[in-house]
């Protein structure tokens, strides 16, 4: 007590705003108002006695370095983004390769591989039991069509899988691609080759693919030429959207309507013709 009170005295005379604290075993500590709010941070090593806090100021820590209020707020959005994109759905996506297989032309400047990675890929059934695959991608510029590209790829496969997995053989209906990036056009039909299948019944679709097409590109003055055989690769993962896929598969085959494609009819079938 006596060790207290001269303590008081002597804060008294210390400009007269002086507060004493009692810390710890019965000692006591000089601190000033002032000390008190200019850091709160280095208060935070003073010992404290047991059942007593700090008042909470502007300057008390937060998690992670930022105000305890906007770490809320980031969490709200966080959910909130979460949720939205629950509600959208899944797009899908896909890998496509292009190589050509022109074996009378070589450019030095000449890609020798082009890859193309759709953000859109949909599946679903036609009106005729057809398993159809529908993917997209493009670029859009503040510059106008110039500087920006779109892709649109499709594929229509006859029946559907009697169990999760099947390989289907590609004919000359069976896919569409229409490609423009700037000023340079191009349209693609398959010819031949194999598209697997698997997952079928699930919600995600996934398969790869390997077929040739007949390639032609759009010149101003003469139209559409060019019959250059292209290799097309890939692989995707789809999920369900027939209004959005059937968009797709109305852009990618523009200028091919499958219905004009007349067929040879299966073996067995010998004599006539399908539309």
């Known amino acids: 007590m006596i060790y207290q009170r001269r303590l008081v005295s002597s ?144 594929v229509v496969l006859d029946g559907l899988p009697a169990a999760s997995t099947r390989t289907y053989n590609v004919d000359r209906r069976s896919g569409r691609l229409r490609c423009r990036r700037g000023l340079s056009h191009i349209r693609s039909a398959s010819l031949r080759g194999l598209v697997n299948v698997w997952d079928y019944g699930e919600r995600k679709l996934s398969g790869r693919f390997r077929f040739t097409v007949k390639q032609q590109a759009y010149f101003v003055l003469s139209g559409w030429g060019g019959h250059e055989p292209v290799l097309l690769v890939g692989e995707f993962e789809a999920y369900p959207g027939r209004e959005r896929g059937e968009q797709i598969l109305a852009r990618s085959e523009d200028s091919m309507p499958r219905s004009e494609i007349k067929l040879r009819s299966r073996i067995g079938d010998s004599g006539s013709s399908q539309e």
């Open 11 to 154: 804060s008294r005379s210390f400009a007269g705003r002086g507060r004493v604290h009692p810390v710890g075993g019965g000692t006591g500590k000089l601190v000033c108002p002032w000390m008190i709010g200019a850091s709160t941070r280095a208060s935070s090593s003073l010992p404290v006695p047991p059942g007593r806090r700090l008042p909470r100021t502007a300057d008390s820590p937060s998690i992670g370095g930022c105000p305890r209020r906007g770490f809320a707020s980031i969490l709200l959005a966080l959910c909130v983004l979460a949720c939205l994109g629950a509600a959208s759905g899944c797009t899908g996506s896909a890998s496509v390769c292009m190589v050509s297989l022109n074996a009378n032309k070589l450019k030095r400047t000449d890609p020798l591989i082009v890859k193309i990675t759709p953000e859109r890929c949909y599946y679903w059934v036609d009106d005729s039991d057809n398993l159809c695959i529908a993917m997209k991608a493009g670029r859009r510029s503040i510059f106008g069509d110039m500087f920006s590209s779109e892709f649109y790829f499709s």
